[in-house]
């Protein structure tokens, strides 16, 4: 049977609670309290590492912390769940019979995945009402589906549940069902990703990373990775269902169901584990689009990404709920629309909102998508080694993009070209023994004797390059990546083993960076820059920093006919400079005592602070930029989910409009300060 009604905005409880910050001031170290992904309060005891679901304080009213936020107001209608499957092949069809509570509305043909979902879940004595796309949405009507695709961020949020179909039961499903369960119930999630023990843990130093090693067998393992081998997993609509369901979603295979939270808390888990099989591995981290919830753009882009639908189209569309609504408004959806088109529309809505160009970072020449101008992403071509984690830097320092789209092929940018590729070599694997020959091309006993650049010594450019930055020096709380001149001793020291076996721990620390290197390859210049490139990069492209992207972009003239044409640019992929990636280029080295550190803001990402090492003062203002100027006014700086990776706030006191980027450097500061900037076309 089927229901029409209209659907208001949800309505939830009022949360009487604390806020968190209120928690956290009514507490003394040790004790920390954290907010669930349930958005359930936790406090935890540091020193002993245990956690509570009460306050420390016994006389502290319960009141003020106990229970769940933003629950669903039992009153609200219609009351409905949503359905999460795998649509399958459309072959061998079966017919379902539609009709109101009048008459009969006749027939539709669904997929048999369907048919098999909804033998499964109907209830014999009464009556169940789901939302199923297959049924709820014409999708043999271009307008129905232009219309509906943007209600999906409402049609799942207003659900009293999701049901997260995986297929019917299999002999060892029940199995993986019920260790996922045990090993969700040791774990607690917080809604900004920390995992904590759960106070109910039988186990508790499961919820740990590698330290901890699980007691499951071989046959364990692998029911846990046919359970994840189920192409519901590989659906990038699962990424909006799983994140726009509330507490109250369930996983279902066959007749068994598990909370979709004990369910993510597992994998969450497992993900920071050393499993016994590569192949499980594998399949774990292929969970991540779902199982963390993103909350900014970039991240949910890339996730995207690396999930499965038939639709090229829907690499935009959806994603269309889980990204800021300010930028999801920009977008038209219109499956008429050709997928260059729609990829093309969401770069410029993007940059349009951020005034940022960070996109070209997904860059890649390897295309299927046809007629897509190169700037765009091809969302549709799967990324390969190189493209699987984008780095943040700040190349281009606080700036915004100075972009103009005159036609759906041209984007005009603005930059500086830092070097010339004049040699490349052959991308890094993930071979200690390949990586050691690479390194030892470069000879670096003599880089290291070779005159110092900007403070820069040869080594030091090639240590920057080779590490993307990613050093202790700039991360401080992050130890596995080691110093500069740790990378400096671990590289020599490697470069001398041509075998790769090295026998201290400089070998892991090295094996711990190559996922992030693989698929990359070192380049020079004719001036001494080395960077890290994508593997497409040739001899005679050029290396450039574009205004408003916070990592180098390889640019390749572009050719009609065999001719170069004027000005006119191929992007080719992303470039990690050493000794251009804070911003160098533009504004020359960061002068003594001063050190650029990227440090965790509230959402996650890493912010630029610049720090004193002789009297520790930290601050924001790149020491570079001299005074702000008299017609503007620094904001304070707290990242919203529509920022771009690096962001400030400034106001205008005469007109009142606030800019996300620093005013010292628009295209007009910087020439005043001698950087000539060019325009480059690209095609």
Known sequence: MIRHTPLPTMKYLPDKRLSLKDLENSLILPWMVFETAEHRYLF????????????????????????????????YEPKYEALSYVWGSLQNPEILSIQDDACSLGTISIPSN??????????????????????????????????????????????????FWLGPASESSSHALSILKHLGEQVEITVTGTRLRSPEAEHPRWYRSAQATLPYSHDTWQAVGNLLKRSWFERLWIMQEARLSNRFA?????????????????????????LPQPELTDRIRATSPFIYEYSDFFRVVAAARRTGCSNPRDRVYGIL?????????????????????????????????????DLLLYVSTERVTANLPTWVPDWACLPKLGHIKIFQGFHSGYSAARAQNHSAQLLNVMGLKIATVQTTNVPFTNDLAQVSNIIRQFDLPSLEASKSIDGYSS????????????LKDFYPDLEVYGSLEDWKKWLKRLASNPTGILDDDSAWKIQYLLPMIQGRMLVTSRDGYFGL???????????????????????????????????EYEVIGD?????????????GPIPAPWRLQMIQDNLGFRTPQFVNTETEARTIDDPRLGSVPQDWEELE?????????VFKRFRNKTSGEVINSDPRMSPEALEQRGVKLETFALV
Request: one cysteine or more.
């Open 44 to 75: 935890e005891d540091v020193d002993k590492d245990e956690t509570f679901w009460v306050h420390p304080d016994p006389h502290f009213d319960q009141s003020l912390y106990a229970g769940y936020g933003k629950d669903p107001d039992p009153k």
């Open 575 to 587: 470039c990690c400079i050493g000794g251009a990636t804070h911003g160098e280029s533009l504004l």
């Open 114 to 163: 369907l048919a098999i979902a909804l033998r499964h879940l109907r209830y014999q004595q009464s009556m169940r009402t789901i939302w199923i796309d297959a049924i709820c949405i014409n999708q043999n009507d271009v307008t129905d589906k232009n219309y509906q695709v943007p209600q999906m961020r409402f049609i799942y949020t207003s659900a009293e549940r999701t049901i």
């Open 637 to 645: 700086a707290v990242r919203l989910p529509e920022d771009p990776a």
């Open 321 to 357: 709920s889980l990204i800021p609504q300010n930028i999801a408004d920009r977008v038209d959806v219109n499956y008429s629309y050709s997928a260059a088109r729609v990829f093309t529309n969401g770069f410029l809505a993007w940059l349009k909102q951020t005034s940022r160009l």
């Open 459 to 470: 080594l030091d450019r090639f240590v920057l390059a080779f590490s993307m930055g990613y």
């Open 533 to 567: 490139a994508c593997a497409s990069t040739q001899p005679g492209d050029e290396i450039c920093v574009i205004l408003g992207c916070y990592m180098a972009i390889v640019l390749r003239q572009h050719s009609v006919e065999s001719k170069p044409a004027n000005n």
């Open 250 to 274: 369930l996983v279902q295979c066959g007749s068994e169901t598990l909370s979709w939270g004990l369910f993510r808390r597992a994998l969450q888990c497992l993900d920071h584990k050393a």
